[in-house]
């Protein structure tokens, strides 16, 4: 006998959505509750005031019921949405000071700060093996190139988050480190056979799958497996390797279906049905309203036609209820002495991962410096804005002679341009892309790196690594400019 579903059930169940604004209006609250949606993920459109996402996650909770999924991208690093908690350290950070302890302490560390704020899922760690320099989108949200490295930290810093009772989501199956290409804006490609990707993109994946609550899809064709469709709508991928080679029996959930990876070619109705059919457990469905309810309408359909089976929705919502149960939404007091504790905890953990390459040393106090800087870096929609001229003149307080040469966009530099009258010149690289052919004439004295670590390989200077730029990345940057700090880190990626 066909199993059948239960009146119960609804499609909504199955769907996690975004919300526009800093508080939960009536219209958003009314269709919650009518397409019986239990999973709303925020972005940093959401998050005004701490006590302001606090009310948002409580009323969140009110609508969709005490098995509701409240998610988050708090990685660490530049990307940190509730940047008013103690900022964590990017997994690059954490894989350049290399002590499982410390990745355990950060990851317990962000989990409190996201109980206290409402969140119960946190879509990190990125468990991707950055093994590719050019990668446009991972670089330092990587732990580092090799899947020992990457899998070891990883499972710490997950450990410490999920000892203080907030779901982990390692990402994104099965791995996006060695891509040319940003899924946000195109379908990347990884030309790898399978035993390739056995030997490295995968064995984080196999050596973490019992302990993450959820996995997250990637957007990539990996034609070798499957060269027709996507990861996260590939029944070959999901439902054969992840599910049925390797076990899993967690959560799965897609990457955001709005990125033109697969909204420009599948569209959000077809790739919706394509996914659950796959063997994801949740769509992540962006948009408008009428957009997230054309997604939720196409479940219902397809489960009305029988291009979804019963079964398989309704082991969807199990798993679903399952990590829901374990990992409820709380909304714990996060102040005082803890919250001290843990953010003198984040900026010891970026200290540790300075790192410095080519012999680098900090100029003394007296002499006559030039500094080169982007002043404005914004946002690219998966990253937090990087850092400001302001920042990067900060870290030069302490010294006396100091030209600051403002620039709109510092990948357009042209070295011959500089002035030789013998000051020491620093170039500050605050932006994400690499330079490129450009950058090889350059020849600074010190080359800081803020962002993007394989800027190092551009440019043949001197070079120290933050591997970020949050308060405690450029606070550790600039005691090392002041010989209060050495650089102790060791990169965890190759750059020389």
Same mark, same amino acid.
């Given at each position: 006998m066909s199993t059948r579903l239960p009146p119960d059930f609804d499609a909504g169940r199955l769907v996690m959505v975004d919300i526009t604004g800093t508080s939960l209006d009536a219209a958003t609250a009314d269709f919650l509750r009518q397409q019986r949606i239990r999973a709303v993920c925020l972005f940093r459109?959401?998050?005004?005031?701490?006590?302001?996402?606090?009310?948002?996650?409580?009323?969140?909770?009110?609508?969709?019921?005490?098995?509701?999924?409240?998610?988050?991208?708090?990685?660490?690093?530049?990307?940190?949405?509730?940047?008013?908690?103690?900022?964590?350290?990017s997994a690059m950070s954490l894989g350049a000071a290399g002590d499982e302890a410390l990745a355990t302490q950060v990851g317990a560390a962000v989990a409190r700060g996201l109980r206290g704020i409402g969140i119960n899922w946190n879509f990190a760690p990125v468990v991707d093996i950055n093994n590719n320099p050019a990668n446009p989108v991972i670089a330092e949200r990587s732990f580092g190139e090799s899947a020992e490295t990457v899998t070891r930290l990883a499972g710490a810093w997950m450990q410490g988050s999920l000892s203080e009772g907030v779901a982990c989501c390692i990402k994104h199956f099965p791995g996006h480190g060695d891509t040319h290409v940003d899924s946000h804006?195109?379908?990347?490609?990884?030309?790898?056979?399978?035993?390739?990707?056995?030997?490295?993109?995968?064995?984080?994946?196999?050596a973490l799958r019992e302990a993450a609550p959820s996995v997250m899809t990637a957007h990539i064709v990996y034609p070798a497996i499957d060269p027709d469709y996507p990861a996260t709508l590939s029944r070959t991928i999901l439902g054969g390797i992840l599910r049925e080679e390797l076990g899993y029996d967690g959560v799965v959930i897609t990457d955001a279906l709005m990125m033109k990876a697969i909204a420009d070619r599948y569209g959000y109705a077809r790739a919706a049905v394509l996914a659950i059919q796959a063997g994801a457990d949740m769509i992540l469905a962006q948009g408008s309203l009428a957009e997230q309810a054309q997604a939720i309408?196409?479940? +219902? *359909?397809?489960? /009305? &036609? !029988?291009?979804? =089976?019963?079964?398989? #929705?309704?082991?969807?919502?199990?798993? @679903?209820?399952?990590?829901?149960?374990?990992?409820?939404?709380?909304?714990?007091?996060?102040?005082?002495?803890?919250?001290?504790?843990?953010?003198?905890?984040? +900026? *010891?953990?970026? /200290? &540790? !991962?300075?790192? =410095?390459?080519?012999? #680098?040393?900090?100029?003394?106090?007296? @002499?006559?410096?030039?500094?080169?800087?982007?002043?404005?870096?914004?946002?690219?929609?998966?990253?937090?804005?990087?850092?400001?001229?302001?920042?990067?003149?900060?870290?030069?307080?302490?010294h006396t002679a100091v030209e600051f040469v403002s620039l709109q966009d510092i990948s357009s530099l042209d070295w011959q341009t500089l002035p030789r009258d013998g000051r020491f010149t620093v170039l500050a690289s605050t932006h994400r892309a690499r330079y490129g052919e450009r950058a090889r004439t350059w020849s600074p004295d010190l080359h800081l790196v803020l962002w993007n670590p394989f800027q190092a390989l551009d440019v043949a200077a001197p070079t120290v690594i933050s591997w970020g730029y949050a308060d405690g990345a450029l606070g550790a940057l600039g005691d090392w400019m002041c010989g209060r700090l050495s650089a102790s880190g060791r990169s965890p990626v190759t750059l020389d």
């Amino acid at each position: 006998m066909s199993t059948r579903l239960p009146p119960d059930f609804d499609a909504g169940r199955l769907v996690m959505v975004d919300i526009t604004g800093t508080s939960l209006d009536a219209a958003t609250a009314d269709f919650l509750r009518q397409q019986r949606i239990r999973a709303v993920c925020l972005f940093r459109k959401n998050l005004g005031t701490e006590a302001q996402v606090r009310q948002l996650t409580r009323d969140l909770r009110a609508v969709m019921g005490p098995q509701a999924l409240i998610g988050l991208d708090q990685e660490g690093g530049s990307v940190v949405r509730a940047t008013f908690l103690p900022q964590p350290p990017s997994a690059m950070s954490l894989g350049a000071a290399g002590d499982e302890a410390l990745a355990t302490q950060v990851g317990a560390a962000v989990a409190r700060g996201l109980r206290g704020i409402g969140i119960n899922w946190n879509f990190a760690p990125v468990v991707d093996i950055n093994n590719n320099p050019a990668n446009p989108v991972i670089a330092e949200r990587s732990f580092g190139e090799s899947a020992e490295t990457v899998t070891r930290l990883a499972g710490a810093w997950m450990q410490g988050s999920l000892s203080e009772g907030v779901a982990c989501c390692i990402k994104h199956f099965p791995g996006h480190g060695d891509t040319h290409v940003d899924s946000h804006l195109d379908l990347p490609t990884v030309a790898k056979s399978r035993a390739e990707l056995d030997a490295l993109e995968l064995r984080p994946f196999r050596a973490l799958r019992e302990a993450a609550p959820s996995v997250m899809t990637a957007h990539i064709v990996y034609p070798a497996i499957d060269p027709d469709y996507p990861a996260t709508l590939s029944r070959t991928i999901l439902g054969g390797i992840l599910r049925e080679e390797l076990g899993y029996d967690g959560v799965v959930i897609t990457d955001a279906l709005m990125m033109k990876a697969i909204a420009d070619r599948y569209g959000y109705a077809r790739a919706a049905v394509l996914a659950i059919q796959a063997g994801a457990d949740m769509i992540l469905a962006q948009g408008s309203l009428a957009e997230q309810a054309q997604a939720i309408d196409a479940l +219902r *359909q397809g489960l /009305a &036609r !029988g291009d979804i =089976a019963p079964e398989r #929705a309704l082991q969807a919502q199990a798993r @679903l209820d399952r990590m829901a149960d374990r990992y409820p939404v709380r909304l714990d007091d996060y102040a005082g002495a803890q919250r001290e504790a843990d953010d003198a905890l984040m +900026r *010891q953990a970026w /200290a &540790r !991962g300075l790192c =410095a390459l080519r012999g #680098a040393q900090a100029p003394s106090r007296d @002499l006559p410096l030039r500094v080169l800087v982007q002043d404005e870096v914004p946002t690219d929609g998966v990253s937090e804005a990087g850092p400001t001229g302001e920042q990067v003149r900060a870290l030069f307080r302490d010294h006396t002679a100091v030209e600051f040469v403002s620039l709109q966009d510092i990948s357009s530099l042209d070295w011959q341009t500089l002035p030789r009258d013998g000051r020491f010149t620093v170039l500050a690289s605050t932006h994400r892309a690499r330079y490129g052919e450009r950058a090889r004439t350059w020849s600074p004295d010190l080359h800081l790196v803020l962002w993007n670590p394989f800027q190092a390989l551009d440019v043949a200077a001197p070079t120290v690594i933050s591997w970020g730029y949050a308060d405690g990345a450029l606070g550790a940057l600039g005691d090392w400019m002041c010989g209060r700090l050495s650089a102790s880190g060791r990169s965890p990626v190759t750059l020389d």
